[in-house]
């Protein structure tokens, strides 16, 4: 049995000499060590004892249970000297299975190493029992693996890790990162250490080194990508080349330097190339990241993993810019020589001695100057030019550099010819000199350029009178030159304009990266929506169309474009989106919200819910006039005003909606007669009545209100608002301001528009409609230029029908596209029979074309077949179309004008004022023709801001390119003004009214001026 272990000291003296012998120092031994010792211990003594017994006098029982218990003893120290062994052994199995050397040493001496320590060190096991710790590590790392035992010693943390390097015994190094520790061994503290060799791993660190190193100083640009093209490094001939940093570089592809368009097309190319030869080779145009060009000779191969697997690409590019422009400056400069010897008809080469007599001239003088080379040869170089200033020429210096001149020389016809002399001095410097020359004859030059500045004067006027803000700027968006349009937006100054970039002005910058995605893509951006900036900070909806800007060898020096504001649409769209059920204006419900109110209460009443119902159609008399007189925005508070007056007079349960223009409707749910929609419409006449103040101008207003009844509710909301609108119709024509309840009658009135729809179908076979022609004067000649053919209708029973009656049914029903084909193959005809007589030959003839005939897609068609068959040449017809015509599909209405143009059509903007017109569309719709309405014209006696209206329109028109016609002329005060603004044509009734073709010719023959 195991006893307490004794203190050292207490040992058997025998014990405790060989226990020193083999473990050392006894105190702090581990456990097992001190147990083992107890029971040795325990096992002398009593061996002691059985001696003293053995040689005292005891009885035989006594000394046999002594030997038995000493037995017992020995065997559990054999037990236990055989677990130690066991121990022993299995530490010793397991270290020199470990792939690592290890070593166990006290202080610098080593207690046991295993193979790993000989295969590393060189050295044999005994040998290494030998030698001290500090033998095998380097000198110098000694210092640096002391100070890291040390700091472990003083409770400092350390790496458990480290590398240092070894020492062999044949002298070769070797690296090994080694880690230490504290273990007990044979009974003694110990140090465990376990070194693993990386020498292999810090060569290959060292080959990597030397690589990049190789790689970042190579001179070519050298990059990898991944299979997608995407860059994972490159060096600093990368960095010198293109200008991106690595960092930058890194993730990205070609598209940094060659765009999105360019760049997956090549990667498409490089990688199909790869895939089929194994390499790519050619040159590549790029753009540098401070946006200079250059050229490279790019050679790309494929990067492969063991398995053949592609892994992505490598490209090694050298920058041959500077060889390619010395290359094309030689190519140039060589066809420059190709192009003068070769153009013989405007070049002349001429030689001229030191007195500079002309020696020798090229037969091609006769062409440039009309004088044979014999008839100048001998004469002074001054013959050249028919000024004093360049009378007498020197003769330039030996070794100057080339001379060139520009002077006016005379034909030998007397006409003027442009030279360019290009002169060079042949001789030794400081002596006599001979002149070698070529003249050019640059007349054709000299014209183009006195036409491009004349062309220059006409766009600087354009630009700076445009109302879009009109830019140029450079490929970095630095702006170069606005309009003031584009100051009146967004800066306080031209100077402080100039000095922003395009990114300043977009609310959302990530609009500025598509926009020039996209011009990139296609050169040119039409209509590009973004919100930009104003000055005052608010931002502003714009259509901007630009395109790229290219200097004369291809390179994008930038962009110009065109912005125009839409900002105002697009805020009555998001409005109309936002309020889709309600007015905008007065924000009652809108039609939509009153059509669904009134379906549910026809329902309402159809089930016996409600007693009746009825609907109040009101329509303010002759609201216009607030319009015209004091601006729609005055008319606008006058119905806001008007809104809140008729909200006043009803009930919470009446429904009141804006029905459009100044049109509301008021639905009256649950009312048992008539009577009471009366007195309400008696109310809200009476609220009207009262003067409204808008902007400080007393204005009285009436209205007339048609009011429909249903007592059943069987009528829908349609017919319900078809008879209160007939209704209303009858109370206008009655006089206005007041009110009419529907009856049957009204119905018989919409029956007999419906019997008019009839007959107009009836009346173009019946010949029932006729043209009459009103002349057109043109105020430079004083002559009839044409005429304007107008339709009439003389119905069998009711006679002349007015135009106004009969052309919006026509349009409505579509007889119109009848008619108006009828209109343009009489007018045709009608001009074919005035042109037989001479002297009719440039009369023209003015046609109107509604819109539903400009909407069809065979009318060019029909037009220039009509031409073709009356032998009328399209100059001769001028086809009158009103804005509304252009503005209700602009890109469809400039696609038609454009086809009108193409068969030599005149074509006009009819009524230009009356509507919201704007010389913009001079701009974006190709028109020849400005027709100011009757309404300016006949203003300008009394109010002289219409005279100043008209003669701003007629100047701008003329500036873009546009004739104007000024209708409704009818006193001799309006002619002269027109004539001295400048105005082209005019028409009206001081020239005559409308008449037949007969009458026309007579007016004609008499050849009056005016």
Known sequence: MTSATPPAAELHHDL????????????????????????????????????????????????????????????????????????????????????????????????????????????????????????????????????????????????????????????????????????????????????????????????????????????????????????????????????????????????????????????????????????????????????????????????????????????????????????????????????????????????????????????????????APEELAGRPRSVFSADEEHAGLPVPGAGEAPRILSLAARHRDGHEVALELVETAVGQPGGPATVQGFARDVTPRRAVEQALRASEERYRSLFEQSRDAIYITTLDGRFVDVNQAAVEMFADSREQLLSMRVTDLYANPGDRRRFRDEITRGESIRDFEVRLLRRDGETLDVLVSASLRRGPDGAILGYQGIIHDITTRKRAQEQLAYGALHDSLTGLPNRVLFVDRLDHAAERVRRGDHASLAVLFLDLDRFKVVNDSLGHGAGDRLLTELASRLEAALQPADTLARFGGDEFTVLLEGIQSPIEATHLADRLLAAIAAPFSPDGHEVFASASIGIAFSGTGQEGAEELLRDADAALSRAKSLGKNRYEVFDRGMHAQAMARLRLETDLRRALEREELRLLYQPLVSLHSGRIEGFEALLRWRHPERGDVPPLEFI???????????????????????????????????????????????????????????????????????????????????????????????????????DFGTGYSSLGYLHRFPLDILKVDRSFVSRMDRDPRSGQLVHAIINMSHILGVRVVAEGVETSEQLEALREMGCDHVQGFLIAEPMGADRAEQLIAEGRTW
């Open 16 to 371: 405790r000499r060989l226990a020193e012998r083999h473990l050392g120092v006894l105190e702090g031994i581990p456990s097992p060590w001190r147990a083992l010792l107890g029971d040795l211990d325990d096992a002398l003594r009593r061996t002691d004892e059985l001696a003293t017994l053995l040689h005292a006098d005891v009885d035989g029982r006594e000394l046999l249970d002594r030997y038995r218990r000493l037995q017992s003893d020995v065997a559990e120290l054999d037990r236990t000297t055989e677990a130690l062994r066991e121990s022993d052994r299995q530490f010793r199995e397991l270290a020199e299975t470990v792939a690592a050397a290890t070593f166990v040493y006290q202080g610098t001496r080593f207690r046991y190493v295993n193979a790993g320590a000989e295969e590393l060190t060189g050295y044999t096991r005994d040998e290494l029992l030998g030698v001290s710790f500090w033998d095998i590590v380097h000198p110098a790392d000694r210092e640096m693996v002391r100070e890291r035992g040390l700091a472990r010693q003083r409770g400092e943390p350390v790496p458990n890790r480290y590398p240092f390097r070894v020492i062999r015994k044949d002298g070769e190094e070797r690296w090994v990162e080694f880690a230490a520790g504290i273990v007990h061994y044979r009974g003694e503290a110990a140090a465990l250490g376990t070194a693993f060799d990386i020498t292999a791993h810090k060569q290959a660190e060292a080959t990597l080194r030397r690589q990049a190193l190789v790689f970042d100083n190579l001179y070519d640009a050298v990059m990898i990508t991944d299979v997608h093209g995407k860059m994972v490094t490159w060096n600093r001939a990368s960095e010198r080349i293109y200008g991106w940093s690595r960092e930058e570089a890194r993730g990205r592809g070609p598209e940094m330097w060659l765009g999105h368009h360019r760049a997956e097309s090549l990667r498409r190319e490089v990688f199909d190339h790869l895939e089929r030869e194994g390499r790519w080779q050619g040159e590549i145009r790029f753009r540098r990241k401070d946006g200079t060009e250059g050229t490279s000779e790019t050679i790309v191969v494929p990067l492969r993993d063991d398995d053949g697997q592609l892994l992505g690409a490598l490209g090694v590019n050298r920058d041959i810019t500077d060889r390619r422009r010395a290359e094309d400056a030689l190519r140039l400069s060589e066809e420059r020589y190709r192009l003068m010897m070769a153009g013989s008809d405007t070049v002349f080469f001429y030689t001229a001695d030191a007195a500079g007599r002309l020696v020798y001239l090229s037969s091609s003088v006769a062409q440039v100057l009309g004088y």
């Open 808 to 910: 919006p049914i026509a349009e409505e029903t579509g007889l119109i596209l009848p008619i108006g084909r009828w209109v343009i193959e009489q007018c045709c005809a009608q001009v074919a029979r005035w042109s037989r007589d001479p002297g009719n030959a440039r009369l023209t003839m003015a046609i109107n074309l509604s819109p539903v005939q400009f909407a069809q897609p065979d009318l060019a068609e029909h037009l220039a077949s009509t031409l073709n068959g009356c032998g009328v040449a399209p100059s001769r017809i001028r086809l009158e179309l009103t804005e509304g015509v252009l503005l209700e599909d602009e890109e469809a209405a400039i696609r038609v004008l454009h086809q009108l143009r193409e068969i030599g059509v005149g074509l006009c903007m009819d």
